[in-house]
């Protein structure tokens, strides 16, 4: 094939003709043959068999038309801002009947990592004033991640106050803490957009290969310190990179990843947190102190999106708003006045 001297060999990711034959140490003959037909490209730096081309006109089209089509498609893909919205619906169990709508007495709280779990910390407001603030037309979110604390923190999911939350027109992923596919199952049938399987409840990397040949709308969600977050010892490899390797080999497109060193602090996403997903061959939704000063920076760098802290400075501040400056398209109203969202009652 590509004995002709007139015929041109480039890249086929980059369209490069600087490339050069991949040589394999010990290769299929060792001794033999050290060659497996693949070229390394030293301006894209990957690895492939290279495309031959008749002409140098041949090879422009392809530069121009094919690679400029597959770059407007790529940046066809919406970045996505997600506002992360931790309910604790733990006091509601016991509760038999309710004197007011669920969005009125779920409240959204904020979270921080106690080196142990997610646990709520200083701020609350009730669930359908937050939503109203982040979904309204001054911060048009169209996505959040619902995140129940009672099912991350004892793996009791409140199913009843669940299903009434995501009764809404707009998409909701939800982390219940899945520990199984029974989990999933009940994920969807509360007809949610997205499940995500957190590593702080999944029991071993078996449940995300189950997850993965059943449904292409769960996101694994890895939680980080120094390395990865498991929820027991060994389930799963400590390094964010070896986990990224085996969910690819699963056949998984996008995950997210979240930094629990910045969750709650809403001061900005840690550049050395953001700089050790350079590289990764996957989409990431990156989490973990972002604010929406960092949402145009984390775009630039080629991030799927964003999981944003609760609380920020702007959703705070639209908390803050009278109760008729905010849309009412869609969530219940009340005759009550905003506030600022309180600290939570001392247990």
């Not at 646990?119 to 129940?148: C, H, M, Q």
């Not at 799963?236 to 910045?262: A, Q, S, Y």
């Not at 840690?270 to 061959?281: N, Q, W």
Request: aromatic share 8%; proline share 6%.
């Amino acid at each position: 094939m590509f004995d002709d001297p007139e015929r041109i060999r480039a890249c086929p990711y980059c369209g490069s003709t600087n490339i050069a034959p991949k040589m394999l140490f010990g290769g299929p003959l060792a001794g033999v043959d050290n060659r497996d037909g693949s070229f390394v490209c030293a301006s894209c730096g990957r690895t492939a068999v290279p495309l031959d081309f008749a002409s140098s006109e041949e090879l422009r089209f392809f530069q121009r038309d094919v690679l400029g089509a597959r770059e407007k498609e790529s940046q066809k893909k919406k970045f996505v801002h997600i506002p992360i919205v931790p309910v604790d619906t733990t006091s509601l169990f016991s509760v038999a009947g309710f004197d007011m709508p669920i969005g009125q007495r779920v409240e959204v709280v904020s979270v921080e990592w106690n080196g142990n779990t997610l646990s709520r910390t200083k701020y609350a407001a009730p669930f359908a004033k937050y939503l109203k603030a982040v979904e309204g037309g001054r911060y048009n979110a169209t996505d959040v991640l619902l995140i129940d604390l009672s099912g991350i923190q004892s793996g009791k999911p409140n199913f009843k106050v669940l299903r009434e939350l995501v009764r809404r027109k707009y998409n909701v992923w939800l982390d219940m803490g899945m520990r199984s596919m029974q989990d999933l199952f009940d994920s969807f049938a509360m007809e949610i957009a997205r499940a995500v399987a957190s590593s702080l409840t999944v029991p071993s990397m078996r449940l995300y290969r189950d997850i993965f040949d059943l449904s292409d709308k769960c996101l694994p969600c890895i939680f980080m310190e120094d390395d990865v977050i498991w929820s027991v010892p060994e389930c799963g490899p400590e390094k964010l990179r070896d986990v990224i390797k085996e969910l690819k080999n699963i056949g998984f497109e996008e995950i997210g990843v979240i930094d629990v060193e910045g969750l709650g602090k809403r001061s900005g996403v840690s550049k050395d947190f953001v700089s050790r997903l350079a590289g990764c061959d996957l989409d990431v939704v990156v989490g973990g102190g972002v604010i929406e000063s960092d949402l145009n920076k984390l775009q630039e760098a080629g991030f799927a999106g964003a999981f944003v802290d609760p609380y920020t400075p702007v959703i705070a501040d639209i908390i803050e708003e009278r109760e008729d400056e905010l849309p009412t398209d869609h969530t219940v109203a009340t005759t009550r006045k905003t506030t600022t969202p309180k600290p939570a009652p001392a247990d």
